[in-house]
């Protein structure tokens, strides 16, 4: 079973940067944390989780949704079984729970029910 932990959540000023990393450790037999594909999701308070950025098994594929386009930049790190996303001029309308998300396949994956594995989440506040 893949375990996911994320950090690097906090309070940052609009304008501001922050860094989340999710390390992924276990995973099923035959597979490695390459055969993953990848996402940041994010929950604010009486919403949905919705997905913030994907990335597929090799990283050549990523995509972000509209409102992060620009700002945002999701990466992985294989060796270190690590998916990063980087945020920079940050919103107060970022602010909510992030959460990391993986499942296996090859493609881009933009629903939650795409994902088999979730980690516990990473607040993120972004005042004004």
Not at 74 to 95: A, H
């Amino acid at each position: 079973q893949l375990q996911l932990v994320e950090s690097g959540g906090g309070l940052v000023k609009a304008g501001g940067s922050l860094r989340l990393s999710c390390t992924a450790s276990g995973t099923v037999p035959g597979a490695t944390f390459s055969n993953y594909a990848m996402a940041w999701f994010r929950q604010a308070p009486g919403k949905d989780r919705d997905l913030v950025a994907t990335i597929n098994w090799s990283g050549g594929l990523t995509d972000y949704t509209d409102s992060v386009k620009g700002r945002f930049t999701i990466s992985r790190d294989d060796t270190k079984n690590t998916v990063y996303l980087q945020m920079n001029s940050l919103k107060p309308e970022d602010t909510a729970v992030y959460y990391c998300a993986a499942f296996i396949g090859y493609g881009l994956g933009y629903s939650v029910n795409e994902y088999d594995h979730w980690g516990q989440g990473t607040q993120v506040t972004v005042s004004s």
